[in-house]
Each structure stands twice: as C-alpha cells, then as structure tokens.
C-alpha cells in the first residue's frame, strides 16, 4: 500500500487494470498514470481497449482487476464515494450525449442543482461561465438539436467544466464531427491544456497530438505497447506495431 | 324513419334523461380523475421496479404485468366487486373499480414506459452518471422525462381505452355514464339515452383524441 502523498504527483494512477467481457480480455494488465496538468494522448487501432481503459477510469467500466487511484482516492474501495468521485472526473464522449429534452443551460446545471444541490441562480451563473469558457454565451436558451455537432460537443465539454473536475476523460471528441467542425473543439482543448486542466485524450488527431500532448501512449490488443513524447511516438516509433500503425494513420 | 327518429332521437326523452346522464357524466369524470393518475403512476412504479438488475425480480414483474393483461377486465372488476368479499375485503363499488382498474391500467402503462424506457440510449445514462448522478437521479431527471415524451402517443391511446373502459363499471352498479344511460332506457323503453351518452362519450374523447393524431403527425412529420 502506497501512503497517500507518495503519490501526490499523479492525478490518476491506475496499475494492473484487466477487464474481460466473457471470454474477451480487453485489457490485459495496464499500468497508467497521469501527472497534475499534463495531456496525454491514447492512440491505437479499433478494438485495442482505449475506450474501456478510459472508462474504467471513472468506474463507467467496472475493471475485472487492478487499481484506480485517482486524486489519492482509490475508486475500487468500498468505502470510496464512486458519485462524488465522477464529479471529480469529467468525461466528454465521441457521441456528445446531451440532454436533448434540456436546454443548453439545463444541460450543464444539471448535477450542480441535483447532485450538489445549488441554487437555480448560482448555477446558471457557473453553467454561464462554463460556457463562456468554450465560446458558446449566447446559446445558453438553444436546446441540443438546434445546435452543430462542434457545439454540442463544446456544450459537452462545458458540462463538464462545469463541476471543476480535477481530470477531463476525453474519448474521441472529434470523431463524430464534420471535419470543418473538429477545429473549434480542438481549440477549446488547447485552451484548457494552457489553463493546466489534467486531460487524458483518445484521439485519431494525430496533429493535435503532436503538437499538444505531453505524452502519447499506444496501445494495442490491450495492452500499452509503446509510450514517450510525440516525437518518440511518431518520429521514432520502436515496436513493430506501432511503426505500422503510424505509416497507416499518417499516410 | 319516423319509428328510427322516435327510437334513437327523441328529444324529449332525452331532455328528460339529461339530469341523470350528467350525473352519470360526474361520476365517469370522477372516475377517470382516480383511475388515470393511479394507474399511471402504478406503471411508471412497475417499470422502474424493471429496470432492476436482479433477473428473478424481473421475472416476477413480467408474470405480474403479463398476468393482469391477460385477465379480461370485466373478470378482474367482477371478482374484486363480489370475490374479495369472501377473504373479507368489503369494497364499495367505487373503490372495487378502482383497485380492478389499477391492477389492469398499471399494467398496460408500464409496458408502455419500459419501451420508452428502453428506447433511450446507453450514452445518456452514461453521461449523467460520469457527472455524478446516482442511478435513481439519473432515471429520475435524464431518462424518464425523455422515455414518457417518447411514447406520449401511445400513452395517449391508453388512457383514451381506459376512459371507454369505465363504462364496465356498469355491471357493479356504479351510475357512471353508461349505466345512468341504460337506466333511462329501461325506464323510458326507448334507445335515445344511449344515443345521448354515446354523444357525451364523443364530446369527452374528441379532443383527446384530435390531440392524439396531433401528436403522431408530429412525431411521424
Ligand atoms: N460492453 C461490451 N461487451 C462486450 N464486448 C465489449 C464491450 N465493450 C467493448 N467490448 C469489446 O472490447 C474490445 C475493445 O473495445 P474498446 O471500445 O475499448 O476499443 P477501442 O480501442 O476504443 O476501439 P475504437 O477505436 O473502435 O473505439 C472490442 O473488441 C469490443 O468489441
Ligand atoms: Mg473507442
């Protein structure tokens, strides 16, 4: 057992997670941690278990073994408040998930009115600054359908902000956008890497990676093959399969 | 023709018949006005109890909800009216009405709210509970309100069956509508009082029922 503040430098540290989904192992022991305000990128081929990595961060996934450590908490104890902890954790996903029966601004006050039960006022005011943050003020009255796929996804992103989350979970943020639209989503992330917001980052943008993360990891049939700067990564990849895998994604 | 007139639609007879026909009209008001919300909210309770992880609970619901849906109501009301007496559970004919039409009602809506519960995808549930929300606010604040939006049409229809379906109350005595109806035809051995709660049913269910294909234009539009 590690004390806590030994491992005060890690925002998240998880080791040995497994998941298996019957038969499946998709993750095979993963040893992964994640420093106060650095962004680190996870990239590797469909099915290589990025998606389940990242959520099991947040117990979205329930891991088959291993830890979780986030902030110093373990999330797998029994006696750990997995709800008051996801607050904590901010998760942004491929398909936005907004409300669609809630304003914009319902959308992001939701958890802060029933889960942390603020004032109708003061959580308009947060939801309001939260979506200043990522350039979207003006659309606090729209609901979700009325808006592009970049901005629901900006609104996703101020959902998140909203709770002050030590730790944004990012799993494929663009994926589902026009690529016109990708940029402003992306720029709203460069903006929350230079504010020092912790962000852990499941992306195809390999350009956003190279320029905006501090370390890439590539994973492969669940487990992390390879990990380093960007440069490391993309300019010399060591393992066979991730010199594969490069050539494929930068051709 | 003048015999169809004098037998269907004699104005007479059913101006005599009016006090009591709105009577009857009060009564079947009074009863939807119980055995609506009660049955809705018996459903709603029934499919949420179904979201449950435990299968032989589920179980267990499904022969609940699959065995009062299989019971003709008529059967159901007759045996809670006059059986229930026998275990010495004395109802009145109001309040055996409206435990038969819990029973049924609750029933058919909470097959309506499981599939609209059931047409709301992972990914909302996901997103609210990654920002905190435990699994009963979720369902509370996230899923419900959007799954009743998704299946209103139908919920709709339902509650337009129920409302027809009162008039069974009838056979415990219970002067709604139809049996203040069917009393004055005994009384005036002429079909115009049926012809009028025929016209109340209408004036009732009309609206409902325009709100309805409103509802399915815009859903299908
Ligand atoms: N709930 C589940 N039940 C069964 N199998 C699952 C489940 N979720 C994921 N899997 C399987 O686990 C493997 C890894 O999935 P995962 O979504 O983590 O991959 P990924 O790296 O995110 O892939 P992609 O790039 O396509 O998103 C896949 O083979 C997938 O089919
Ligand atoms: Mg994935």
Redesign the pocket.
Known sequence: MSEPGANGDYILEARGLRKS??D?E?LKGVDFRVRSGELVFVI??????????LRCFNRLEEPSAGSVVVHGVDLMARSTDINAMRRRIGMVFQSFNLYPHLRVRSNVTLALRRVLRKPRVEADRIAEAALARVGLADKADAYPSELSGGQQQRVAIARALALEPQLVLFD?PTSALDPELVGSVLTVMRDLRAAGMTMVV?SHEMRFAREAADRVVF?DDGCIVEEGSPEEIFERPRSPRLREFVAEVTR | MDLLVETFFNLAIMREALPLLLRGVLTTLALCAVVIPLGFAGGLVLAVLGTTRSRWKRFLLACWIDFFRAVPPLVLLIFVHSGLPFAGIELTAFAAVAVAFLLNNSAYYAEIVRAGIESIGRGQREAARSTGLTATQTLTWVVLPQAVRNVLPDLLSNTIEVVKLTSIASVVALPELLYAADMARSVTYNASPIVLAAGFYLLLLWPVVRLLSRLEHRIAG
């Not at chain 1, 590797?44 to 990595?53: A, F, I, N």
């Open positions: 989904f019957g499946l998709v590797g081929p469909s099915g290589s278990g990025k998606s389940t990595l494929e499941v994973m």
